[in-house]
């Protein structure tokens, strides 16, 4: 699947608040394909994350947190855990903010799962300690 992140909406400029839902509607389906197929472009998969990064800070929702968590699981997938531990950290504040805490597990399990992959044993104990901390 050959998916421009200009056509579904995720330019240089960010987006309207008043489309903000519709944005991470976009990019849901844009990862949910990137997840079941594997045919689309990691540089899309980054482009789509870097759209989403100012809402955690400006606008953080239950749909947001599950997205990017998406963005993270596609890293794993794709075997660079690396560069899923920026989305699966903000997936992880998004989750505080929004104070439901199964998405805050959730964050928490697929921080602790990338952390693990990246060696850093450590943090990867505590980010999967917490999920029990907070049960």
């Known amino acids: 699947m050959d998916v421009n992140p200009q056509h579904?909406?995720?330019?240089?400029a960010a987006a309207p608040s008043n489309s903000e839902a519709s944005?991470?509607?976009r990019i849901d389906?844009?990862?949910g394909v990137?997840?079941?197929s594997f045919g689309t472009p990691a540089s899309e998969i980054c482009a789509a994350y870097e759209a989403l990064q100012p809402l955690v800070e400006t606008n953080p929702s239950p749909?947001?947190?599950?997205?990017?968590?998406?963005v993270a699981?596609?890293?794993?997938?794709?075997?660079?855990?690396m560069a899923g531990l920026a989305p699966a950290l903000d997936a992880e504040k998004a989750a505080r903010?929004?104070?439901?805490?199964?998405l805050l597990r959730k964050a928490l399990m697929i921080r602790?799962?990338?952390l693990m992959d990246t060696a850093n044993l450590p943090e990867a104990t505590r980010a999967l300690s917490r999920i029990y901390v907070r049960a």
Do not use: C, F, M
Not at 64 to 70: C, D, P, S, Y
């Open 23 to 25: 944005l991470t509607d």
């Open 63 to 70: 749909q947001l947190v599950e997205v990017l968590l998406k």
């Open 34 to 36: 990137a997840l079941t």
């Open 73 to 81: 699981r596609y890293y794993i997938k794709a075997s660079n855990p």
């Open 8 to 12: 579904i909406g995720i330019g240089t």
């Open 29 to 31: 389906h844009l990862l």
């Open 97 to 102: 903010s929004v104070g439901q805490g199964h």
């Open 112 to 114: 602790g799962v990338l």
